[in-house]
T-cell receptor, first 114, second 113 residues
Framework: DGGITQSPKYLFRKEGQNVTLSCEQNLNHDAMYWYRQDPGQGLRLIYYSQIVNDFQKGDIAEGYSVSREKKESFPLTVTSAQKNPTAFYLC?????????????FGSGTQLSVL | DQQVKQNSPSLSVQEGRISILNCDYTNSMFDYFLWYKKYPAEGPTFLISISSIKDKNEDGRFTVFLNKSAKHLSLHIVPSQPGDSAVYFC????????????FGTGTRLAVRP
């Protein structure tokens, strides 16, 4: 049963704390992405990786870091430098489906600040 | 700079009627457009897409229309069902940017029984 698994579903961060959101996929996709959703806003790209050991900043990368040591895994760290971390975080990977490239999303992680 | 815009934050439709969700874009380099459906606290799921070489794509109750000269696309749902109630995101991509998608802000559709 292929898919994208994000954990945890809910996460709470204390002031000054770094937290890491997990994203694992077994779809054998090369490219993976992290998006952030805020109420009333679209999905904004944080970081993306098109291949193992390589990643690029998206539109709102400040205060975040990522790694891509394995094809299956693309964890996102929300650092203490991110001053407004409360949001719904979505991980995605892209692959071919019926001849077209599509993004496939995980079920998301809701991050809140205590 | 919002390159993909969904100007209607919400839409309410009677069950059985047509739902029309609109999306405008500013970047003429976009060559592929997608619609995603999202329920609360879940990830978006792919609904339907269209290439810029077409002006219409149909899949069951869902049809997407593309008007390149107006830089406008729309999603038609006929007939609308209560289970269609969700937030719908329009997204766009151009080939040279890789697989990165630019998303609109979403339209919340409510289908009344």
């Amino acid at each position: 049963d292929g898919g994208i698994t994000q954990s945890p579903k809910y996460l709470f961060r204390k002031e000054g704390q770094n937290v890491t959101l997990s994203c694992e996929q077994n779809l054998n996709h090369d490219a993976m992405y992290w998006y952030r959703q805020d109420p009333g806003q679209g999905l904004r790209l944080i970081y993306y990786s098109q291949i193992v050991n390589d990643f690029q900043k998206g539109d709102i990368a400040e205060g975040y870091s990522v790694s891509r040591e394995k094809k299956e895994s693309f964890p996102l760290t929300v650092t203490s430098a991110q001053k407004n971390p409360t949001a719904f975080y979505l991980c995605a990977s892209s692959g071919q489906d019926a001849g077209y490239e599509k993004l496939f999303f995980g079920s998301g992680t809701q991050l809140s600040v205590l | 700079d919002q390159q993909v815009k969904q100007n209607s934050p919400s839409l309410s439709v009677q069950e059985g009627r047509i739902s029309i969700l609109n999306c405008d874009y500013t970047n003429s380099m976009f060559d592929y457009f997608l619609w995603y459906k999202k329920y609360p606290a879940e990830g978006p799921t792919f609904l339907i897409s269209i290439s810029s070489i077409k002006d219409k794509n149909e899949d069951g109750r869902f049809t997407v229309f593309l008007n390149k000269s107006a830089k406008h696309l729309s999603l038609h749902i006929v007939p609308s069902q209560p289970g269609d109630s969700a937030v719908y995101f329009c997204a766009a991509r151009w080939r040279s940017s890789g697989d990165k998608l630019t998303f609109g802000t979403g339209t919340r559709l409510a289908v009344r029984p």
